[in-house]
């Protein structure tokens, strides 16, 4: 716990005039309450502005409109002074020698906002009117091509689309430049942004709020960084084989003078808006074409799966493990569908509203084999907060972000051809080596191609944050990450006048980003200890735990744990381990690497 000062204490109050804030301090009518008990009352207070702000954001982010604006800001504004006040209440235990689960409660209590707002009633309210707005304006962005009216403006999906199906150099260009216009008028919100809630962060002691994101993982914000950066190391040589490939068989299609063998390649090329996951150009890269069916997405049309039925089947898999069916609730509250009538927010989202009681997903969903991966990814958090709702409300979290993000994940890992063709998602499973191949590079090109955009997001941001980047070069420091670690560039020149950080989700709705670089990586390391439990014995990739309790008993075990202990104690009861590791996914992927290496042999790779 950081100590802080009198004089800080009383700045932290929620009342406004020093000389009151003074008097509340003196007079707190829980002034003699023990750090315990202080704890169980937060709890009990954090479960009821939960429940108000969760109901406030639902609404917000299932119909954008002036009103939900007002009442989102509302509730995040309430949230906001509670925190700040509550925190600095606990203080008064900073100095003493707390038992291990109070002291790790008042630690989360600190870090249970993403966006800490100063204290001062003024810059809380415009914190939260920006944030509220920046979601917004994300929620609905749309690009309408010039000379065309209202009814041809293109909404995000529309763009995706075209980044997925098109192979036509312009069109899709033309899509990539549309969506990036949405958050031009993000940028200068976005710096206020950044100024209001680092001045948060330094009352609540951190030097900037890139430093506290990093203090949410059981080390030193610097020991994290660190951290994260092994891991990458770790990983870069899979991910460099891919993008030299890769680069190759777009030259070939687009001709080097669009796709230069030697440079990175245009970022509106990987089927993806942000060339974050590229499955969906597979159709160029099929290493063994028609070897094995992998065609999910025809089988989704041909046997006329609807959203619901799709997140139907993705539930039935955490059964088969011995999880309990999703709640009536579920089914009735949860948006599937996009809505025809008025603006949501469509990108996927799962919610743990009362304590866990009240779980829904929020997802415009599409019958396409990525969208059903994507119910999987939802339901993994949806079964996290229903396992974890017994634990008090502090430590109703995932162990650490990414554990949260891995869940549904490693279930993703089990939908293997074998899986698919029992559930009668793709006629029959082949076992050949080139049907490998084919499913490894499926697979690689979301799982790998993802490592270092994952990565980059927060280095953005952390520098954003800490002041290195100005705010003069947001775009410019943004793009020279994304060459850096992703060996991808623009085409055409992005200068200051755009904000492309913004036309990516998590920056306008402020999620941090390491924990899906952590997923990508500690999935793997899950699987193969479910994998084992599972009496599975052949290489990693073939291995579905698909219907096995024993596995599903021990997943089930790490999930009710939440946020109680440190997440290296919860990594090592399911794997023996206390620290991240990327040998699973190397090992997962040797298939195909070692196939890489074979056609990369005369390329020359890097940029
Ligand atoms: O945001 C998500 C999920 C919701 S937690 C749909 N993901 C990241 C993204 O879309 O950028 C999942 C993979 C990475
Ligand atoms: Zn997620």
Known sequence: MKIFSLQKLLLLSTVCVLAACEVRVEADAHDDENAANFVARVNDELAELRRESGAAEWVRSTYIILDTAIVAAKASEKYAAWHSAT??????????????????????????????????????????????????????????????????????????NVLAESRDYDKQLDAWRGWHTISIPMRAMYQRFVELTNEGARELNYADLGK??????????AAFEAESLRLYNQVKPLYDALHCHVRAELAEHYGTDKVPLDGPIPAHLLGNMWAQEWGE?????????????LDVDAALAAQNYTPVSMVESAEQFYESLGMPALPATFWERSMFKKPADREVVCHASAWGL??????????????????LRVIYHELGHNYYQGAYRDQPPLFQTGAHGGFHEAIGDTITLSMTPGYLAEVGLIESAATSDEATINRQMQQALDKIAFLPFGKLIDEWRWNVFSGKTAPGDYNKAWWELRTRYQGIAPAGVRGEEFFDPGAKYHVPANVSYTRYFLARILQ??????????????GPLHECSIYGNKEAGARLLAMLEAGASQPWQDTLEKLTGTREMDATAIIDYFQPLMNWLEVRNRDRTCGW
């Not at 506290?212 to 914000?221: A, L």
């Not at 009362?354 to 969208?371: Q, S, T």
């Open 212 to 221: 506290m994101w990093k203090d949410n993982y059981d080390m030193s914000p």
């Open 524 to 537: 793997f390391q899950f699987q193969r200890s479910l994998c084992e439990t599972a009496g599975h014995t």
């Open 354 to 371: 009362d304590g866990g009681n009240d779980l829904r997903i929020k997802m415009c969903i599409e019958p396409a084999y990525e969208d």
């Open 87 to 160: 925190v600095a209440d606990s203080l008064r235990y900073a100095r003493e020698d707390l038992r291990p689960d109070v002291a790790r409660a008042l630690k989360l209590l600190t870090l249970s906002t993403s966006e800490p707002a100063p204290n001062d009633f003024a810059k809380r309210k415009e914190l939260a009117a920006l944030s509220t707005e920046l979601g917004g304006l994300y929620g609905a962005g749309k690009y309408c091509p010039e000379s065309s009216g209202e009814e041809t403006c293109l909404s995000l999906g529309d763009l995706e």
């Open 281 to 293: 150009i597979y159709d160029l890269l099929e290493p063994y074409p028609g070897v094995g069916d």
